[in-house]
């Protein structure tokens, strides 16, 4: 998914990543790869985030409600390793998530 300013921006005071500026060399061959995303890397390699909306009241259950401003929440999902000691080489894998959230703005009940 691709994120804007806010959402940038609390996801890094969430996770301790970079964001890869939307002019970076590799953001043009890398949404070839994986498709329209805000791509961050971390020590562990590339992630991005895919909406994990949070439930709300009237929601069938297995459903995932967001709303006109936008997710609630991310999932964070890893899409490369780090090959190398020295943070320069990506090797991709299937995307996997790795279990963690990112909350965007909370849900009032």
Partial sequence: MRLNTTQ????LS???????????????QLTNLFGDH???????GLKVLEPA????????SGEVA??????VAGEVVSLADWTD???????PHAPEPTGA???FREVKH
Wanted: charged letters at 20%; zero cysteines.
């Fill in 14 to 28: 969430q996770m301790n990543a970079q964001v890869l500026p939307d002019d970076h060399p590799a953001v043009a």
């Fill in 85 to 91: 000691a020295t943070l320069t080489s990506l090797k």
């Fill in 66 to 71: 967001g709303d006109v401003a936008g997710e």
């Fill in 101 to 103: 959230v990112i909350v």
């Fill in 53 to 60: 909306g949070v439930p709300k009241e009237g929601v069938q």
């Fill in 38 to 44: 805000t791509f961050f890397l971390d020590e562990n």
């Fill in 8 to 11: 940038v921006e609390r996801t």
